[in-house]
């Protein structure tokens, strides 16, 4: 039987990933970073283990021994924990850190594939293993756009192709076409309930890929958790690039934005 390591960080998408790596047939590993992922990993997966985030070394040997030679990183594991000391990092995980030219997203998650390439483990796609939940095309939602809200879906566009162009995120939030909020390291709800508070109601939060989106990690993910900080926030319109980002609990998020009033768009 194939065997699927998943490396498993915070939310549903580990979750979601395993059911349906399962639903094909493979037996699923996942290696659930400490202090991220959910205890309940358990209940989807074939086997679990626990390791401490920072330990790169034993979540490779980890995913050795079970036979995995496939794996998909998925579920959010924040930046700020290399500035809040929640990371205790193995000897592997100090070397790696030490010979990057800098600790943006792509450069940390690209040396985290080559260490686990050279071990024989091949990091693949997250989306071979979500497409069914990938963010469809068009207005998912029951009330649809005025003519200013799609000058600010526009304009948020550009902008966050932008920031993700130069690796500081994918999510802006943005009101009469000015810039409310951007992403970095605080995270996109974060960046949303700030935004929120400076657009005094009805933002636009646009959340898109990089460019040159590397698929095998740090996708966009949207899920109950964004659409909480909507409506924490006040926003009006959540616009998410089509194919491109992975929508989670895609049934209860669109009754309950439009319960909220809130408009979901997938784009191209």
């Known amino acids: 039987m194939k065997v699927l390591g998943i490396i498993s960080g915070m939310g549903e998408l580990p979750k979601a990933i395993s059911f349906e790596a399962k639903s094909k047939g493979y037996r699923v590993i996942a290696v659930g970073l400490e202090p991220l992922a959910d205890r309940n990993l358990s209940d989807y997966a074939d086997e679990v283990r626990f390791v401490n985030v920072g330990r790169l070394g034993e979540i490779i040997e980890t995913?050795?021994?079970?036979?995995?030679?496939?794996v998909v990183m998925a579920g959010k594991v924040p930046k700020s924990l290399l500035y809040r000391s929640k990371i205790t990092p193995d000897l592997r995980a100090i070397k790696l850190l030490f010979t990057l030219k800098d600790r943006s997203d792509d450069t940390i998650l690209l040396a985290i594939a080559d260490e686990l390439e050279k071990e024989g483990l091949r990091l693949i796609n997250t989306t071979e293993f979500c497409s069914s939940i990938l963010t469809p095309e068009g207005l998912l939602t029951e009330e649809g756009l005025s003519d200013d809200e799609w000058k600010d879906v526009r304009f948020g566009w550009d902008m966050a192709k932008e920031i993700g162009r130069l690796d500081i995120g994918q999510t802006v939030v943005v009101k009469n076409q000015a810039v409310m909020a951007v992403e970095a390291i605080e995270g996109t709800d974060?960046?949303?309930?700030?935004?929120?508070?400076?657009a005094g109601g009805g933002a636009v939060v646009v959340k898109v890929s990089k460019p040159s989106q590397d698929m095998r990690f740090d996708v966009p993910v949207a899920g109950m958790n964004t659409l909480k900080a909507m409506i924490e926030a006040g926003a009006r319109v959540l616009a998410l690039e089509a194919r491109k980002t992975i929508l989670l609990q895609r049934d209860r998020l669109i009754k309950e934005a439009n319960e909220a009033g809130i408009s979901v768009i997938g784009l191209i």
């Open 63 to 70: 995913l050795k021994r079970a036979g995995a030679r496939d």
């Open 190 to 198: 974060e960046a949303i309930r700030r935004g929120g508070l400076y």
